[in-house]
């Protein structure tokens, strides 16, 4: 989920297993949301991204949950697989001023 | 197709000192952003460049400022540098300005000593 300061909310996985990152927008207007992975040394990297005119979207191994009401996203990521190990974050977008916000991330860490 | 490529990769500035960092985008992409990362604040947008003009910008003193080439290849410069300053500064392209398609360098990892 989000967080402040120093410290990445941290999530740690047996391989295998699935995984679920939530994430917490900021603006109700916003209309567009993507996911990033973001690999140690690495730029980030687009996953998936939804519509606000969606709750669902599914892609390989990865769906993504929009929950507008509360305004709450979340990743899943089936049969983790250590190459998933990264920092995972949100990005929200409104459209109507192109304003790009990212979330702090959550480190996934993916034990053999 | 090559990716978005940042030089240098790797700085180590003193305070006061100036630096700047450079940005090719990916071939055909006339948008260029860049963006401050730090543990601390997370991913934070500086401005953007399209066509040679900045068009947005965000909340960062002016002692941040870029430009943009006709080739798109951009530059961002840093003037009188603060132990805060210390950051991964990123690089995104896009075709045009709409940012939700951009892709990331791989970053020039700054530290002022």
């Known amino acids: 989920g989000e967080s402040v300061g120093l410290h990445l909310p941290t999530l740690s996985v047996q391989e295998g297993d699935n995984s679920i990152i939530n994430c917490a927008y900021s603006?109700?207007?916003?209309?567009?949301f993507i996911w990033y992975k973001q690999e140690s040394g690495k730029g980030p990297q687009f996953i998936i991204d939804?519509?606000?005119?969606?709750d669902k979207r599914q892609g390989q191994r990865v769906t993504v949950l929009l929950n507008k009401t509360v305004k709450h996203l979340s990743l899943q990521i089936a049969a983790t697989q250590p190459g998933d190990s990264a920092v995972y974050f949100c990005?929200?977008?409104?459209?109507?001023?192109?304003?790009?916000?990212f979330g702090a991330g959550t480190r996934l860490t993916v034990k053999p | 197709k090559a990716g978005v490529t940042q030089t240098p990769r790797y700085l180590i500035k003193t305070r006061g000192q100036q630096v700047t960092l450079s940005c090719s985008p990916i071939?055909?992409?006339?948008?260029v952003s860049w963006y401050q990362q730090t543990p601390g604040q997370g991913l934070q947008f500086l401005f953007e460049?399209?066509?040679?003009?900045?068009?947005n910008k965000g909340n960062f003193p002016g002692r941040f400022s870029g430009r943009q080439f006709s080739n798109s290849r951009s530059e961002m410069n840093v003037s009188t540098l603060e132990l805060g300053d210390s950051a991964l500064y990123l690089c995104?392209?896009?075709?045009?300005?709409?940012?939700?398609?951009?892709?990331f360098g791989p970053g020039t990892r700054l530290t002022v000593t």
């Open positions: 995104a392209s896009s075709l045009t300005t709409t940012r939700r398609e951009q892709y």
């Open positions: 071939s055909g992409h006339r948008s």
């Open positions: 990005a929200e977008n409104h459209r109507n001023n192109n304003d790009m916000r």
């Open positions: 460049y399209f066509s040679e003009t900045q068009r």
């Open positions: 603006n109700s207007a916003s209309d567009y």
């Open positions: 939804i519509r606000s005119n969606m």
